[in-house]
């Protein structure tokens, strides 16, 4: 559990995934929209699963560089791609997965994959949060 709060952040979503939501310095004002796949219009708005996969990806990412920085192991090229879906649960609502593709060029992919496990076990805010809540996929590009 966190026990020294370093940062928090604050957005507002009005209208649901039809509406739109907003950061409290403005910096994030988006429209929302279904995505067709659910049964809406998609076009030029985003939408909370997009919005969760750009958060998880960097987060990751980061994650990763931090390990490597603590080993002494020189990341230049880095990148890591969140596919995050939704869809039924058979208890009943909706629930999310994730998959994520951690892209590590310059290293062996024995090493780029300890990174990675050892950022999703030990580091990542966005991984702790859904351990045990949503089935977190981990590939090596």
């Known amino acids: 559990m966190t ?14 995934r039809e509406g739109h939501i907003r950061s409290d310095d403005g910096i994030l004002d988006l429209k929302l929209a ?13 939408n909370p699963e997009q919005l969760f ?11 990763i560089r931090f390990v490597a920085r603590s080993r002494g192991i020189a990341v230049k090229q880095a990148s ?13 609502g909706f629930g999310l997965t994730v998959a994520l593709t951690v892209s590590l060029p310059e290293l062996e992919r024995a090493q780029a994959q300890e990174l990675a496990e050892t950022a999703h076990r030990d580091i990542c805010p966005y991984s702790h949060a859904t351990r045990g809540n949503i089935d977190v996929e981990l590939n090596i590009a």
Request: proline letters at 6%.
């Open 3 to 16: 026990t020294q709060v370093l940062y928090t952040a604050q957005a507002t979503a009005e209208g649901g």
């Open 34 to 46: 279904l995505p067709k796949a659910l049964g809406g219009p998609g076009g030029a708005a985003t």
């Open 53 to 63: 996969a750009a958060g998880y990806a960097a987060c990751f990412e980061s994650a």
């Open 80 to 92: 890591v791609t969140a596919r995050v879906g939704v869809g039924p649960r058979a208890a009943g």
